[in-house]
């Protein structure tokens, strides 16, 4: 099993719509969980991170399943410009490694007129 | 605040030839870390450091040397460039462990091996 598995995508949907990113995770022991975004051929940038109880960041909400290993990004009310690859990020927990971040190959977004 | 600085943009090398791809930031981040992307694939970790002096090895080193002499500066060098290093490498940084924060990168370096 891939440490961290995501759609790939394409999502294309209409502006305004709402779109639903999964991804799962290999490793129980992981703490630390986030959503990055990645604009074509630029640098990833931190989006938001993913706690326990869940949370939101205006039009974005995070979710998270320990218990199924499960993490969930929503996005409501699409705009052109939430196009992008959404990464999905855990940190990977053992032995003297536990600020290393894995990464998820991301699902790509296309939010049309 | 520049955050974590990247040099060169761009590069084309020559099979056999070598470089070093620098890396600076000026946030006073402990943790560094090198990562490649390749078209597709999810960034692979090839080293970190999580102090001045202190360096190691991540998923894909091999081909790979790095050196971290000051907290700012996390150079990586390629001795013999090989095809198989072709990609975009970013230079991350992060206070504290990563889990904590996540981390700030560096625009990226994209490298071509001919």
């Known amino acids: 099993r891939k440490e961290v598995e995501q759609d790939p995508g394409p999502f294309n949907v209409p502006e305004g719509a709402t779109v639903a990113f999964n991804c799962t995770y290999s490793?129980?022991?992981?703490?630390?969980f986030f959503w990055y975004r990645q604009d074509c051929r630029k640098e990833p940038k931190l989006l938001m991170s993913?706690?326990?109880s869940g949370n939101e960041d205006g039009r974005f909400t995070a979710q998270l399943n320990r218990a199924s290993q499960y993490i969930s990004l929503l996005i409501r009310d699409s705009k052109l410009s939430d196009s992008a690859t959404y990464l999905c990020?855990?940190?990977?927990?053992?032995?003297?490694?536990?600020?290393?971040?894995?990464f998820g190959k991301g699902t790509k977004l296309s939010v049309k007129p | 605040n520049a955050g974590v600085t990247q040099t060169p943009k761009f590069r084309i090398l020559k099979i056999g030839q070598s470089m070093t791809l620098q890396c600076t930031q000026d946030?006073?981040?402990?943790?560094m870390y090198w990562y490649r992307q390749d078209p597709g694939m999810g960034l692979k970790l090839i080293y970190y450091?999580?102090?001045?002096?202190?360096?190691d090895k991540g998923e894909v080193p091999n081909g790979y040397n790095v050196s971290r002499s000051t907290t700012e500066d996390f150079p990586l060098r390629l001795e013999l460039a090989a095809p198989s290093q072709t990609s975009v490498y970013f230079c991350?940084?992060?206070?504290?462990?990563?889990?904590?924060?996540?981390?700030?990168f560096g625009s990226g370096t994209r490298l071509t091996v001919v």
């Open positions: 450091s999580v102090g001045a002096g202190i360096t």
């Open positions: 990020v855990v940190n990977l927990n053992y032995g003297g490694s536990q600020g290393n971040l894995i």
């Open positions: 946030m006073n981040h402990n943790y």
């Open positions: 490793n129980s022991a992981s703490q630390s």
């Open positions: 991350a940084s992060s206070y504290g462990g990563a889990f904590l924060s996540g981390y700030t």
């Open positions: 993913v706690y326990s």
